[in-house]
């Protein structure tokens, strides 16, 4: 069964340079959320997207943004990054809220390593 | 305040051997989802089983189960007949306020289990 696809895998930026991470969500999955997990931490939400639109905000910086697009996937931006930006950035999808579940399936995740 | 809390920071069980996880929540919404993901050392978040706050049975999943006490706002899961590679972290999420739009997940600390052959 296909999966949550995100890229890159890896990634490695200096202090204050910028970050753009993708998602590509289940097929027919018209939610997509962004979580960010610390080292040693549990998964923090960041942003919500339903039907192409915000749907909800978490503990996400200014310095991020994000977006879903028509095909649904979605891409999150990251600007002046900082040392804290450090993390595994997940990615995760839901089918459509008629369906039986809403089960969050998530993605692999981009481990992003700011220097 | 912490919504959910998981009380085991890490676990040691025998191969073969049965392990409870434990998970307990807070909400004062009636209408919530309970999930279980195992995170191994690669870090890829695997989902592992769902109990809805209406559902009137357990949930299983093969060798999961969740020991659902809505009274006592627990969600434990079980894992039967363990194995050497559910060596992994294992956390504990809530979802509130179904049909209400996308809703996030909200984690515990997690339980980092360790099955011994």
């Known amino acids: 069964a296909a999966g949550v696809i995100q890229s890159p895998r890896h990634l490695i930026k200096e202090k204050r340079e910028t970050a753009t991470l993708k998602c590509y969500p289940i097929p027919r999955h018209d939610t997509v959320y962004w979580y960010q997990q610390g080292p040693g931490q549990d998964p923090q939400f960041l942003i919500s997207?339903?039907?192409?639109?915000?749907?909800d905000k978490g503990s996400i910086p200014d310095r991020f943004s994000a977006q879903q697009f028509s095909d649904y996937h979605s891409e999150l931006n990251m600007s002046s990054l900082e040392l804290g930006d450090s993390a595994l950035y997940f990615c995760?999808?839901?089918?459509?809220?008629?369906?039986?579940?809403?089960?969050?399936?998530f993605g692999p995740g981009t481990r992003l390593t700011v220097l | 305040a912490q919504k959910i809390t998981q009380t085991q920071p890490g676990m040691f069980v025998q191969e073969k051997e049965a392990v409870t996880l434990d998970c307990t929540y807070d909400t004062s919404d009636p209408s919530y989802g309970l999930f279980w993901y195992k995170q191994p050392s690669s870090g890829e978040m695997i989902f592992l089983i769902y109990?809805?706050?209406?559902?009137?049975q357990n949930a299983t999943e093969g060798r999961y189960s969740l020991n659902f006490q809505k009274a006592r706002k627990s969600a434990n899961l079980v894992i039967s007949a363990s194995q050497l590679g559910d060596s992994a972290m294992y956390f504990c999420?809530?979802?509130?306020?179904?049909?209400?739009?996308?809703?996030?997940?909200?984690f515990g600390q997690g339980t980092r289990l360790t099955i011994n052959p």
């Open positions: 999420a809530m979802r509130e306020q179904a049909n209400q739009g996308a809703q996030k997940l909200v």
């Open positions: 995760a999808s839901s089918p459509p809220r008629d369906s039986f579940t809403d089960t969050q399936y």
């Open positions: 997207f339903y039907e192409k639109m915000q749907s």
């Open positions: 109990q809805g706050s209406y559902d009137q």
